[in-house]
């Protein structure tokens, strides 16, 4: 099976850029699945920042599409994440996730915890 | 506030038979498919059932789905110690966009 591993700043000051990449070993990005980025606060739910499609466009959730941009690297079988002007309310688990299917999330990677705070 | 709708808790005893509620809209539940997932606390979700009834391989058939309208439901029979832990619902939005459930907490009693 692939796997999946988040890796990035924990620490993220307010205001500033959240930057994180995922990286897929045991199988390629290029094949025929989206991926996704899921995030959850703490002591909360799950919430799907966005996806993109191989080869394709990202799609981004309605609530946070001015501020996030996901990317492919396909060379280094890896998917990023940029999310501008992060506030406290950004802090959570970042979780990076392989779809077969629209919100079918098969595999998923551990998840990394990202604090926003000064 | 999450898109789809679930009660925050459920309880049970071992051996019991469970099921957890997910209510949506015409856009999501009422048009596409509906999707369980299970979270242990302090690890990441697991894909439980699929396509609103479908197991993947090594899901218990303890666990099954079922969708109605805009409304789907899970349901645990035969409740075990091990199945201790919060189970969102999800389905694709028509504004295309993935939403989910405020997730529902199950402890076993």
């Known amino acids: 099976q692939v796997q999946i591993e988040e890796s990035g700043p924990r620490l993220v000051k307010p205001s500033g850029t959240l930057s994180l990449t995922c990286t897929v070993s045991g199988g390629s990005l290029s094949s025929t699945q989206w991926w996704s980025w899921v995030r959850q606060s703490p002591g909360k739910g799950l919430e799907w920042i966005g996806e993109?499609?191989?080869?394709?466009?990202?799609s981004y959730n309605p609530s946070l599409t001015s501020r996030v941009t996901i990317s492919v690297d396909k060379s280094k079988s890896q998917l990023s994440l940029n999310m501008s002007s992060v506030t406290a309310a950004d802090t959570a688990v970042y979780y990076c996730a392989s779809a077969s299917g629209y919100a079918k999330f098969d595999n998923w990677g551990q998840g990394v915890l990202v604090t926003v705070s000064s | 506030q999450s898109v789809l709708t679930q009660p925050p808790s459920a309880s049970g005893t071992p051996g019991q038979r469970v099921i957890i509620s997910c209510s949506g809209s015409?856009?999501?539940?009422?048009?596409?498919?509906v999707y369980w997932y299970q979270q242990v606390p302090g690890t990441a979700p697991k894909l439980l059932i699929y396509k609103n009834n479908q197991r993947p391989s090594g899901v218990p058939d303890r666990f099954s789905g079922s969708k109605s309208g805009t409304s789907a439901s899970l349901a645990i029979s035969g409740l075990r110690s091990e199945d201790e832990a919060d189970y969102y619902c999800?389905?694709?939005?028509?504004?295309?966009?993935?939403?989910f459930g405020g997730g529902t907490q199950l402890t076993v009693l």
């Open positions: 993109m499609y191989s080869g394709g466009d990202p």
């Open positions: 999800a389905a694709w939005d028509d504004s295309r966009s993935a939403v």
């Open positions: 015409r856009s999501n539940v009422g048009s596409n498919y």
